[in-house]
């Protein structure tokens, strides 16, 4: 069945960096465009940032242009989300999933950036 396990997360102050990793299987990864999405307590998921499905193409969220790259490797089935200079609005649970239908989502990863 299709399973997404995301990793990566954790505590981080103000001005750090983080880099996610999402191992995907179930699917065809090599032939869908993949996304993260966060979801920030109290709030609605959003979608951060896609990248298509050979990697040539990418798009971010406003609020996340110029602090994070997403990647993939679709020899490992996985996706990645570098993510530099946060803040503490980017802490949220962080999911990977396909793009633009979603299948079952993953655990997530959680990101705290706090002083």
């Known amino acids: 069945q299709v399973q997404f396990v995301e990793s990566g997360g954790g505590l981080v102050q103000p001005g750090g960096s983080l880099r996610l990793s999402c191992a995907a299987s179930?699917?065809?990864?090599?032939?869908?465009?993949m996304s993260w999405y966060r979801q920030a307590p109290g709030k609605e998921r959003e979608l951060v940032a896609l990248?298509?499905?050979?990697?040539?193409?990418?798009n971010y969220a406003d609020s996340m242009k110029g602090r994070c790259t997403i990647s993939r490797d679709n020899a490992k089935n996985t996706l990645y989300l570098e993510m530099n200079s946060l803040n503490v609005e980017d802490t949220a649970v962080y999911y990977c999933?396909?793009?633009?239908?979603?299948?079952?989502w993953g655990q997530g990863t959680r990101v705290t950036v706090t002083s």
């Open positions: 179930g699917f065809t990864f090599s032939g869908s465009p």
């Open positions: 999933n396909a793009y633009p239908t979603p299948l079952p």
């Open positions: 990248i298509s499905s050979l990697g040539l193409s990418t």
